[in-house]
Nanobody, 125 residues
Framework: QVHLVESGGGLVQAGGSLRLSCAAS????????MGWFRQPPGKEREFVAV????????FYADSVKGRFTISRDNAKNTVYLQMSSLKPEDTAIYYC??????????????????WGQGTQVTVSS
């Protein structure tokens, strides 16, 4: 199982940018898709973005499309989420996750078996 540690969260003003990182260890990072999910205060966890094993395919939630970019560096076992034009509604705990099985490319949290501890992103208006 992959061990994941997120970093890069913090407090930012609306319109600002942040880059989240997720470092992986203890598993076959390069063989699985990686995703970012978030949980806003008082709401359910929701999908943000996913990237394929090679990094050649990505998919985004409509709410972040055009503002967020997911990427990965397989040499560093790290996945990133570059967030720009941040809005107060982007305030949430952000989690990275590794897919359960090689070849899985999914938007569903149920298809991800390893999760980080989360990093808080707060966007002030």
């Amino acid at each position: 199982q992959v061990h994941l540690v997120e970093s890069g969260g913090g407090l930012v003003q609306a319109g600002g940018s942040l880059r989240l990182s997720c470092a992986a260890s203890g598993g076959t990072f390069t063989s699985v898709a990686m995703g970012w999910f978030r949980q806003p205060p008082g709401k359910e966890r929701e999908f943000v973005a996913v990237i394929s094993r090679s990094g050649g395919s990505t998919f985004y939630a409509d709410s972040v499309k055009g503002r967020f970019t997911i990427s990965r560096d397989n040499a560093k076992n790290t996945v990133y989420l570059q967030m720009s034009s941040l809005k107060p509604e982007d305030t949430a705990i952000y989690y990275c996750a590794a897919a359960r099985f090689s070849g899985t490319y999914s938007l569903s949290a149920a298809d991800f078996g390893s999760w980080g501890q989360g990093t808080q992103v707060t966007v002030s208006s």
